[in-house]
């Protein structure tokens, strides 16, 4: 796609240079744990089994983009969205994927408004959360568990406190500030 090269309306620079991204690399890519139009079930705390329909996109695509450093021309812009949607009153889920800040290459997984990442690439080792070797839920043993706390947690009535997930199995666990949670089952 070709965009005509103009000098960026807010500032007076007229030397636009490309920016050219590379593709999410298939490693990174195969560590998306989600599929298209799959059921994943959740058991809540309540004991009810709640479905999760998946729905996977992916974009590849092109743009202008203004900013204060002048007009950018992005080459291979690339999205993975993946949602996760349940006819319950729980949480929707989406889990994303770019290359905008290639090498680097979060998952970020946003419930409700709250979002949390993480890492899918080598590149993003010292940005890690927290990592579990070994965790015992409702029986079963996961290892390497990442496990991210909503550090504004609290702040509202009821909200997402914590968010566990391992590359094997995706979200293993979502636990709420009223003690309220959500198992993945097999």
Not at 39 to 65: A, P, R
Request: charged share 25%; proline share 5%; aromatic share 12%.
């Amino acid at each position: 796609m070709l965009f005509g090269l103009t000098a960026c309306p807010y500032c007076n620079c007229d030397n636009v240079q490309p920016v050219n991204l590379q593709d999410i690399p298939e490693e990174v890519v195969a560590k998306l744990y989600y599929k298209n139009d799959t059921v994943y079930l959740f058991k809540h705390s309540s004991g009810t089994l709640v479905e999760y329909q998946s729905d996977v996109q992916f974009t590849d695509s092109d743009l202008q983009k203004f900013s204060c450093d002048c007009l950018q021309i992005i080459n291979n812009e690339q999205h993975y969205k993946t949602s996760l949607t349940s006819e319950t009153n729980a949480p929707d889920i989406s889990c994303k994927l770019n290359n905008l800040k290639e090498p680097y290459y979060p998952l970020r997984i946003g419930i409700w408004k709250i979002l949390f990442e993480i890492p899918l690439s080598e590149e993003d080792a010292g940005n890690e959360p927290p990592m579990l070797d070994e965790l015992v839920i409702d029986g079963r043993t996961y290892h390497n568990v990442y496990t991210l706390h909503n550090p504004n947690a609290g702040l509202k009535q009821i909200d997402i406190d914590s968010l566990y997930y391992n590359h094997e199995f995706g979200i293993i666990k979502i636990t709420k500030t009223n003690d309220e949670y959500f198992i993945r089952q097999d």
